[in-house]
């Protein structure tokens, strides 16, 4: 596969000069060797991956440089592309690692994981976004690199790497409310919450799930699908492993809730 998609360095700078695209184009783009001809949901993040063991670091330099430029300074209505580039870039193809399913999580235990040749480049990438004070590509790189971090931990059960997690989350929130980012004022801490409950930590796993409501209650900005899980799952695992506790939070939300998405999933488990 790597082969396949070996383009000329020229050619994925120029795919770093288009738009990061949310949705799959019906038409494939003009660039041959790039996948999808370069139109795909968070273009150019698997040519970057597949290109950076061919790369000089000066070539990364440039390729960071020009990369970074995609990303806004302020919050999008849609985080999909710019979400899905990062986590391209690591080779890291289907979401959520680990907590996507028990199936990926023994795979990539039987597989292990190695993303440290794509963090060379991702440092770049991150220190270019420092540079440019871009708070909104700091927001994201710092969620993509904190769930890349609690697979580590997971499946080597390394404690180090769990804590660093947790501060990587954090500093992802600290972006989101110099870009105003809504979705990631409440996504880190959901994120949090579900390796905590896959590594068995219910104090933490409890903790972030209450933050993750109350941080929804004030930001979450509609009750879409998405959104709707994230809340549920809160609501789901506080009633399951700590009942006590989910009275005294299901009697608040359904007396106080503003929020129509956190109004609707403690509903479902009132």
């Known amino acids: 596969m790597e082969e396949k998609y070996n383009l000329e360095f020229s050619q994925l700078l120029s795919l770093c000069e288009k738009k990061i695209m949310a949705k799959v184009s019906s038409k494939p783009g003009p660039i041959q060797g790039a996948f999808n001809g370069g139109d795909y949901l968070g273009r150019p993040g698997k040519d970057i991956f597949f290109a950076l063991s061919k790369l000089t670091k000066e070539q990364m330099l440039q390729l960071a440089d020009v990369h970074s430029n995609q990303y806004p300074f302020e919050a999008p209505n849609n985080h999909v592309g710019f979400a899905a580039c990062i986590r391209y870039i690591y080779g890291q193809f289907e979401k959520q690692g680990v907590l996507r399913s028990e199936e990926d999580s023994s795979r990539m235990q039987k597989n292990g994981v190695d993303w440290s040749r794509p963090r060379v480049f991702l440092d770049m990438l991150k220190d270019k976004f420092f540079e440019k004070n871009n708070y909104y590509g700091l927001c994201i790189w710092y969620e993509m690199e904190a769930h890349r971090l609690g697979d580590e931990g997971f499946l080597y059960k390394d404690h180090d790497k769990i804590v660093l997690m947790e501060e990587t989350y954090m500093k992802s929130v600290d972006y989101a409310y110099k870009c105003n980012s ?81 109004k609707n999933a403690v509903k479902v488990y009132s």
């Not at 409440?186 to 972030?208: G, I």
């Not at 959104?227 to 006590?244: F, L, Q, T, W």
């Open 182 to 262: 809504l979705k990631q004022m409440f996504t880190p801490y959901y994120w949090a919450f579900r390796y905590f409950e896959k590594l068995e930590n219910h104090d933490k796993a409890l903790s972030y799930s209450i933050i993750c409501l109350s941080q929804m209650e004030k930001h979450c900005p509609s009750p879409k699908q998405g959104y709707a899980v994230k809340a549920e799952d809160c609501c789901r695992y506080i009633k399951k492993n700590h009942p006590g506790k989910w009275g005294e939070i299901s009697d608040f939300y359904n007396k106080n809730s503003k929020n129509n998405c956190v």
